[in-house]
């Protein structure tokens, strides 16, 4: 996981966590397993999904995908045939049983079953016709809401001891965000609560410097391998709160130090390469210039030779 994805699950799990101390009651969303959504085929999910979505609401509570979920298992307890005399009619009885569960360990806080009975031509046909029997008005269901909200206070309350045991024992592991997750959900009605505030403040600000340390630690890598984007990105995703942000300022300071020299070094280059091609233009140029004159001499001393030479044999 990235660090600016890391940081964006964090900020969700606070923000949940402010929401479940504002609010008196506990938003529920709704999560069907995978081996439940195979035995009920797509459509059969989806119109499951959609009536507990309703008892959720019907109940005063919002269908929001959280720490907090309703759970269906649906557990089939006869399936036979009836001969009509013109086609076999399938009759399935079933137990369903939807428990409120913490999503991030699957503790059950409480649970409620209600048998049902379907007929169909098909199996999707039977499982069709047995969430249709599914009452959303079932004062089960609505007593089961209810009361969901006191079960996870208490169950926090009698867990908080282990609770802080696992929250130390993470943040002595470096496991910060494990930390951060643990202590959000525990809601405010718990007696230990004020501690439990100072402590998420207290990892917050761990889990915030860790990132920045681990951050400036991967861009300085990055820059070495020449990629300065990515090292960039890695600066600019560190959260300006965290108690340890100098280092990422300071790491800025040395990359433009260091592309400020880079850049110097580089015109410097250019300069030396400029200055030798007019060092090599003036030795071409003096060159040339003593080649002519060498020439000429050469051809004077060519003619007084030859002058000397006439006049030597023939008295000129």
Known sequence: MNLLRK????????LLNASLSAQTVIDLGVRIDPATAAQLGENNTAALRNKLSRIITRNGMADVSGFFAVVPTLTVTDDGTVDTGMTDIRVVRA???LAVVNTMDNTVFVSQTVALQ???????????SLINRLNINDVRFAKMIRDVQQSIADYYARQMPKILAKVNSLIAREA??????ALAMIPESVDEYEAVAQLKVEVYDKLLANEVTRAVTEADILVR???IDGALALCRACNPLSPNYDKVLAFLRRLDAAAAAAEAEALEREQRKIDLEMQRERIRQEADTQGEALKAERAEAGREKGKSLGQWLFGL
Do not use: H, I, V
Request: proline share 0%; glycine share 10%.
């Open 7 to 14: 940081l964006g699950t964090l900020a969700a799990l606070l």
């Open 95 to 97: 137990d369903l049983t």
């Open 118 to 128: 379907a007929n169909g031509k098909s199996d999707e046909a039977c499982m069709r």
């Open 176 to 181: 910060f965000e494990d930390a951060m997750t």
């Open 225 to 227: 391998q020449g990629d």
